[in-house]
């Protein structure tokens, strides 16, 4: 093929050390596929970036995580150069990362979301927003960092907040009880919904990265409706904000609510982790796409466009 690949991993956020997990895999990948491959280590020397991106690549593959790589950041520097990247524009990217303006995208296009509200820190250290049990979340950050859930009679988490580190404003949401699920979106193809059964006491970041944080159900143990449902959800929501390549939806799943009211969009991940843990490649692989496709697929969907 001998097609020559930038790939982006690592950054500056608290999501590094998984990006650099991501860019490994798929660096292998890739090779494996007959592509050039040269992997860079994304920091915040522009110029850096700048002269590792000569020669000029025929398309960037961005296994970038978190801030400054899921965020539209590097997206809209990979658009001044004129260079074909994988996953989701610049709009796309900078909506979704901002979990409190996806929500009102993902309501105005009809899709269930749980009750939140936007507010500041020392709002949160004077009072509760509403009634507990509840989940507290930076606005911008992804594979489950700053959170936290909050239960009733739990005072210890205003103790936390002393010392977050994630800036002033924090995005509460009503606890949905029930189960974790994730959808995988592959272009226009909801590709199936993983059931998460973390082995802690909820789905945070070691039970994402560890090893045997948590079991992967493929397909999920719902009922046939719930299930379409579920991938009804995540298309539409990858749609509203424009997305496109993979993305993975996180739902919520009441099953002791009615029908009809059970499922709970959380949010759209427009880079997924490619590690040996994460959920799209297993997702993927039942759908009969293995590891190597998956990634030949999103290189070859790369496109830059302006």
């Not at 002393?162 to 949905?176: K, M, P, T």
């Not at 994402?208 to 159900?217: E, F, M, P, Q």
């Not at 719902?222 to 379409?228: L, M, Q, S, T, V």
Request: net charge negative.
């Amino acid at each position: 093929m001998n097609r020559s690949v930038a790939l982006l991993m690592g950054g500056w956020s608290p999501e590094r050390e998984v990006s650099l997990a991501s860019g490994a895999e798929c660096a292998a990948a890739l090779r494996d596929r007959g592509y050039a491959v040269a992997a860079i280590d994304v920091g915040r020397d522009l110029a850096a970036l700048l002269r590792a991106l000569e020669p000029r690549p025929d398309l960037v593959f961005n296994a970038l995580h978190g801030v400054g790589g899921e965020d539209g950041t590097i997206q809209g520097v990979l658009e001044m150069l004129g260079l074909p990247y994988t996953h989701s524009g610049v709009r796309a990217s900078a909506l979704a990362m901002h979990k409190p303006t996806a929500k009102e995208i993902f309501r105005a296009a009809g899709l269930p979301t749980a009750e939140g509200v936007v507010a500041r820190r020392d709002e949160l250290i004077a009072r509760d927003p509403f009634p507990a049990p509840f989940v507290v979340k930076p606005p911008d950050q992804g594979s489950s960092v700053g959170v936290r859930i909050v239960r009733a009679g739990d005072n210890s988490w205003r103790d936390e907040l002393a010392q977050w580190s994630f800036g002033d404003e924090l995005l509460v949401e009503r606890f949905v009880p029930g189960r974790e699920l994730t959808v995988a979106v592959m272009g226009d193809r909801a590709l199936g919904v993983c059931e998460i059964v973390p082995r802690g006491s909820f789905y945070d970041y070691t039970a994402k990265y560890a090893a045997g944080g948590s079991d992967h159900l493929v397909p999920a143990p719902i009922p046939a409706a719930d299930y379409e449902a579920a991938l009804d959800i995540a298309l539409r929501a990858h749609r509203a904000l424009g997305c496109r390549g993979v993305s993975r939806a996180d739902l919520r799943y009441d099953d002791a609510a009615e029908p009809g009211r059970r499922l709970y969009l959380l949010e759209i991940n427009t880079q997924p982790g490619m590690t040996p843990t994460s959920l799209v490649p297993d997702i993927a692989r039942h759908a009969g796409i293995p590891f190597p496709a998956l990634v030949a697929w999103i290189a070859d969907d790369a496109t830059c466009p302006r």
